[in-house]
T-cell receptor, first 113, second 113 residues
Framework: QQQVKQSPQSLIVQKGGISIINCAYE??????FPWYQQFPGKGPALLIA???DVSEKKEGRFTISFNKSAKQFSLHIMDSQPGDSATYFC????????????WGLGTSLAVNP | GAGVSQTPSNKVTEKGKYVELRCDPI?????LYWYRQSLGQGPEFLIY????????DSGLPNDRFFAVRPEGSVSTLKIQRTERGDSAVYLC???????????FGPGTRLTVT
């Protein structure tokens, strides 16, 4: 049973375009929703995260949109750059479960120059 | 300050051998996690330490896997009688006790031949 479903599996965007990656979760007790960026051969790096008390969070070119009623959250990368080419993972966790992260399957993003 | 470090970065071993993987968390991070990431997948939770004790080992796949954190800092993941199916990247993450963010090390790529 996959508790966090991520789409699309892969994404190709032109430089300067907007990259959008979506995640849906099942457990309504989840209360922390991070996005991680992973380059080949590296560990996941925390990119941006949101808690359910807000519907949107922006940090530079990266924005998380959160829809609690739909149990969905998305990552928007504005003005995408070739250096953004990486695999992106959404994840979720909750208090009372030791904050262990439950992960999506990842989205491979390629930004063409 | 320094991030999470993991050693070795790569480990090749023969089937049936014993291996130890080391994680040095960020100073002051009492929470420590081990995850396993197979090719093309998101990380999967293995074990969680709060201080010296394993508070949640529900993700360990079988009794060949064991982890310790004797002084509440460095942790070692131990795998006995390795199998080819154990081949993966083993990731360590640490978290400040009152925080949500988990910070990952670069991982150890284990290959069992």
């Amino acid at each position: 049973q996959q508790q966090v479903k991520q789409s699309p599996q892969s994404l190709i965007v032109q430089k300067g375009g907007i990259s959008i990656i979506n995640c849906a979760y099942e457990n309504t007790a989840f209360d922390y929703f991070p996005w991680y960026q992973q380059f080949p051969g590296k560990g996941p790096a925390l990119l941006i995260a949101i808690r359910p008390d807000v519907s949107e969070k922006k940090e530079g070119r990266f924005t998380i949109s959160f829809n609690k009623s739909a149990k969905q959250f998305s990552l928007h990368i504005m003005d995408s750059q070739p250096g953004d080419s990486a695999t992106y993972f959404c994840a979720s966790n909750r208090a009372g479960n030791n904050r262990k992260l439950i992960w999506g399957l990842g989205t491979s993003l390629a930004v063409n120059p | 300050g320094a991030g999470v470090s993991q050693t070795p970065s790569n480990k090749v071993t023969e089937k049936g051998k014993y291996v130890e993987l080391r994680c040095d968390p960020i100073s002051g991070h009492t929470a420590l996690y081990w995850y396993r990431q197979s090719l093309g997948q998101g990380p999967e939770f293995l074990i969680y330490f709060q201080g010296t004790g394993a508070a949640d080992d529900s993700g360990l796949p079988n009794d060949r896997f064991f982890a310790v954190r004797p002084e509440g800092s460095v942790s070692t993941l131990k795998i006995q009688r390795t199998e080819r199916g154990d081949s993966a990247v083993y990731l360590c993450a640490s978290r400040y006790p009152q925080g949500y963010e988990q910070y990952f090390g670069p991982g150890t790529r284990l290959t069992v031949t």
